[in-house]
């Protein structure tokens, strides 16, 4: 590969989870990403590796279970969004994600992927090497979120800011601060009403079970030493209440377990629900509307 910097780590690791799902996990499977494997490209026997040696690890399968399960909601979300009418998709860290790729992509949907410019140059020269087109109904949308104004950029790209949207938000807020977040929401209720939001978010230590407590021992030193330390924590009525202060809101937050059918998690693999991530479910409120921050 021509020398282009690397995306994040937490972009790697979350595609060899999506990538390893089909191969180290039994069916039915949770959520299906057949181009993960290929994007992860020279990195992927490595990433891979550590699954099939170790898959039934905690640590490991616990990253397989909250990349799949929030991929599985948001999108099982897009396509309910989809089948009301609304025609765009915003992925806010969009990292490696592939579904405006895989042939179940939602027709008709125009996508926007925000991004890091160099992690957005890295994908596009993996798809370039693999093959696989992307369609016309996709738009890289280079951002930096501490300089540029995220609705700016999505108009100079060609989003319709007086439409609603769908914005998904997976794998981010744990690593910004709380301002940080307050600045991204304050970004998309500027997007126009109707306009729906799916954000993870990792629960304080209090309101954690013994797997996700467990998990979070052994990964938040590490992603640390990463340079990609752990940094927001919510109850979910405390992210109720900071939605709500940003003119968003809730519909429902979800764990793990609620995310897929419950049909599903009778499993002979090593995949098993717990309450460390959960996932917001949000909308932008009509101007008129006063939206109860109280939580």
């Known amino acids: 590969m021509t020398n282009v910097s690397s995306p994040s780590a937490t972009a790697l690791t979350a595609a060899a989870a999506r990538a390893a799902h089909l191969v180290v996990d039994q069916a039915p499977f949770l959520f299906a990403d057949p181009l993960a494997h290929r994007l992860l490209g020279e990195q992927a026997d490595t990433l891979l590796g550590y699954h099939r040696a170790h898959?039934?690890?905690?640590?490991?399968?616990?990253?397989?279970?909250?990349?799949?399960?929030?991929?599985?909601?948001?999108?099982?979300?897009?396509a309910e969004s989809t089948r009301r009418g609304v025609a765009q998709y915003v992925i806010l860290g969009a990292g490696l994600d592939t579904s405006a790729y895989r042939p179940d992509a939602?027709?008709?949907?125009?996508?926007?992927?925000?991004?890091?410019?160099?992690?957005?140059?890295?994908?596009?020269?993996?798809?370039?090497?693999?093959?696989?087109?992307?369609?016309?109904?996709?738009t890289f949308v280079p951002v930096d979120l501490e300089r540029d104004s995220l609705p700016g950029r999505l108009a100079a790209h060609g989003f319709d800011p007086s439409a609603p949207a769908f914005v998904a938000w997976l794998g981010v807020s744990m690593y910004l601060t709380r301002e940080a977040v307050g600045a991204t929401l304050d970004a998309v209720r500027?997007?126009?009403?109707?306009?729906?939001?799916?954000?993870?978010?990792?629960?304080?230590?209090?309101?954690?079970?013994?797997?996700?407590?467990?998990?979070?021992?052994?990964?938040?030193?590490?992603?640390?030493?990463?340079g990609e330390p752990w940094l927001s924590f919510f109850a979910p009525a405390d992210l109720t209440s900071l939605l709500g202060r940003h003119g968003?809101?809730?519909?429902?937050?979800?764990?793990?377990?609620?995310?897929?059918?419950?049909?599903?998690w009778e499993r002979s693999d090593a995949l098993r629900p717990s309450r460390l991530a959960c996932l917001a479910r949000a909308r932008v409120a009509p101007p008129s509307r006063t939206v109860d921050s109280t939580g």
């Open 248 to 264: 968003l809101e809730v519909v429902e937050h979800v764990g793990q377990r609620e995310c897929v059918a419950p049909e599903l």
């Open 106 to 138: 939602p027709r008709g949907t125009r996508v926007f992927e925000v991004d890091r410019p160099a992690t957005q140059e890295w994908k596009r020269l993996r798809l370039a090497e693999e093959g696989i087109t992307a369609p016309g109904t996709v």
């Open 55 to 78: 898959g039934s690890h905690p640590v490991l399968a616990g990253a397989r279970t909250a990349v799949v399960t929030r991929a599985r909601y948001t999108e099982d979300r897009l």
């Open 190 to 226: 500027a997007f126009a009403p109707g306009t729906e939001l799916v954000m993870d978010y990792l629960l304080p230590e209090e309101l954690r079970d013994a797997d996700g407590q467990a998990y979070a021992e052994a990964v938040m030193g590490m992603a640390a030493r990463n």
